[in-house]
């Protein structure tokens, strides 16, 4: 079994560290697509009883991320095409927002805090640490989305961050997309510089495509 830990948070219910907890887990692919999630032996690594591990289950298949398979049980989702297109899809709309909106709101002190990001996200890319790539990535586009001061859309995007962890894992493992990544970061940065929208839309619109040309291929290969 993958080697994670209950992430405790002291504000939180049990039930609720749980599911956090292993809905983490599938997202980072410490749980891999297809693989059992077994109550008792969940429990056992986590050191609860097996009642806030099964309710966790079952959040985590209201979420699409595990499927309950009849003589099987439960297992963690596989990652489709059709999954891959409603995320970017919704992504790509809500990306068009957050940088139409802070290309009329960012302030200098913001655009420093983009460029400290992207240079933290180049630095990533010299080791073999994948979740730091995506993390940094991550962190550049959160950059850009806490220019436009809405809390709503920040919110919004958080939450859909989430759902994208999986895809993004897995188009940081191709390093032939590094170098172009960094490109593409640097050109939506001087967008934003120049407050010019249609320039910083343009690179981020294939930069969601090229990702999504990108896992699609991978998918229909496995």
């Given at each position: 079994?993958?080697?994670?830990?209950?992430?405790?948070?002291?504000?939180?219910p049990l039930r609720d560290v749980v599911f956090q907890t292993l809905r983490q887990a599938i997202l980072r692919g410490e749980l891999k697509p297809g693989e059992r999630l077994?109550?008792?032996?969940l429990a056992q690594k986590l050191?609860?009883?097996?009642?806030?591990?099964?309710?966790?289950?079952?959040?985590?298949?209201?979420?699409?991320?595990?499927?309950?398979?009849?003589r099987k049980g439960a297992i963690v989702a596989e990652i489709t095409v059709q999954d891959l297109e409603d995320v970017l899809e919704v992504r790509m709309a809500l990306e068009e927002l957050a940088v139409?909106?802070?290309?009329?709101?960012?302030?200098?002190?913001?655009?420093?805090?983009i460029k400290r990001r992207s240079a933290e996200f180049c630095k990533t890319l010299y080791g073999d640490d994948v979740a730091a790539c995506a993390q940094a990535d991550m962190a550049f586009h959160d950059a850009i989305y806490e220019a436009t001061g809405n809390r709503r859309l920040v919110q919004i995007l958080n939450n859909l961050r989430e759902q994208m962890y999986r895809y993004r894992m897995e188009y940081l493992k191709d390093r032939q997309s590094h170098s172009l990544l960094v490109k593409?970061?640097?050109?939506?940065?001087?967008?934003?510089?120049?407050?010019?929208?249609?320039?910083?839309?343009?690179?981020t619109n294939s930069h969601i495509e090229r990702q999504r040309d990108y896992i699609i291929q991978q998918l229909q290969h496995k």
């Open positions: 079994m993958a080697d994670f830990e209950l992430e405790m948070n002291e504000y939180l077994m109550e008792i032996h050191g609860v009883s097996r009642t806030p591990v099964r309710e966790a289950i079952r959040k985590l298949e209201l979420e699409g991320l595990v499927l309950m398979i009849p139409k909106i802070a290309c009329k709101r960012i302030t200098e002190e913001q655009l420093e805090e593409e970061h640097e050109e939506i940065l001087k967008g934003l510089i120049e407050r010019d929208a249609d320039r910083a839309l343009r690179v």
